[in-house]
Nanobody
Framework: QVHLVQSGGGLVQPGGSLRLSCAAS????????MGWYRQAPGQERDMVAV???????NYQDSVKGRFTISREDAKNTVYLQMDKLKPEDTAVYYC????????????????WGQGTQVTVSP
């Protein structure tokens, strides 16, 4: 079984910074992609930043130049550094791992973290 455990988040003033972390565990051999999504109240869950195994990165247009995704493959961990935060960044942020191969040979199509609230408010 795969677990994605998130940490970070909280309340910050506009213009401030926060850092999210997500560590995947569970006899993982390889993860094809890891990234971050967010969901504001009454809205759909949207991609924020995704890191593929090939090294390519995709960012949502609204966060380009403000958010930075990074990873530590040896720890199966992905980070999201969020700078210059705006009130419209307020949402629950979810970590996602896609295409996970376990050491047992089992393939897991995808797994979500537990979600963490990010609130940007004066």
């Amino acid at each position: 079984q795969v677990h994605l455990v998130q940490s970070g988040g909280g309340l910050v003033q506009p213009g401030g910074s926060l850092r999210l972390s997500c560590a995947a565990s569970g006899n993982i051999e390889m993860i094809n992609a890891m990234g971050w999504y967010r969901q504001a109240p009454g809205q759909e869950r949207d991609m924020v930043a995704v890191f593929s195994r090939t090294g390519s990165i995709n960012y949502q247009d609204s966060v380009k130049g403000r958010f930075t995704i990074s990873r530590e493959d040896a720890k199966n961990t992905v980070y999201l550094q969020m700078d210059k935060l705006k009130p419209e960044d307020t949402a629950v942020y979810y970590c996602h791992g896609a295409g996970l191969w376990l050491t047992t040979g089992v393939f897991v199509e995808g797994s979500w973290g537990q979600g963490t609230q990010v609130t940007v408010s004066p």
